[in-house]
């Protein structure tokens, strides 16, 4: 069964980093690429970043260039989402998906998604 479950989540305080995991279960990671997206209430689901299926490349949002930082380990199949300087502007809720083609800012080219994880930025 194919399953992607994210964790990592949490409040934190505006400048405050989290670390967001997506732990990848019942196929083999390495053939796919993966992506981290969010959702804040009322908005549409927009593409936070991009990791392609070799490593060597990443993508990410103009808003969060330079904060976040996605890595994996294919080995462990997991991929996590490093989010450094967080401004209230990042709350939402935070799912991973993965997608058979190249990375992409499209969320319907991405399937297999998790049920998400809670991240709020606040005082």
């Known amino acids: 069964q194919v399953q992607l479950v994210e964790s990592g989540g949490g409040l934190v305080q505006p400048g405050g980093s989290l670390r967001l995991s997506c732990a990848a279960s019942?196929?083999?990671?390495?053939?796919?690429?993966i992506g981290w997206f969010r959702q804040a209430p009322g908005k549409e689901r927009e593409a936070v970043a991009c990791?392609?299926?070799?490593?060597?490349?990443?993508h990410y949002v103009d808003s969060v260039k330079g904060r976040f930082g996605i890595v994996r380990d294919n080995a462990k199949n997991m991929v996590y989402l490093q989010m450094n300087s967080l401004k209230p502007e990042d709350t939402a809720v935070y799912y991973c998906?993965?997608?058979?083609?190249?990375?992409?800012?499209?969320?319907?080219?991405?399937?297999?998604w998790g049920q998400g994880t809670q991240v709020t930025v606040s005082t």
């Open positions: 990791i392609s299926r070799s490593e060597d490349s990443t």
């Open positions: 998906a993965r997608t058979y083609y190249p990375c992409s800012s499209a969320v319907s080219s991405f399937g297999s």
């Open positions: 019942g196929f083999t990671l390495e053939y796919w690429a």
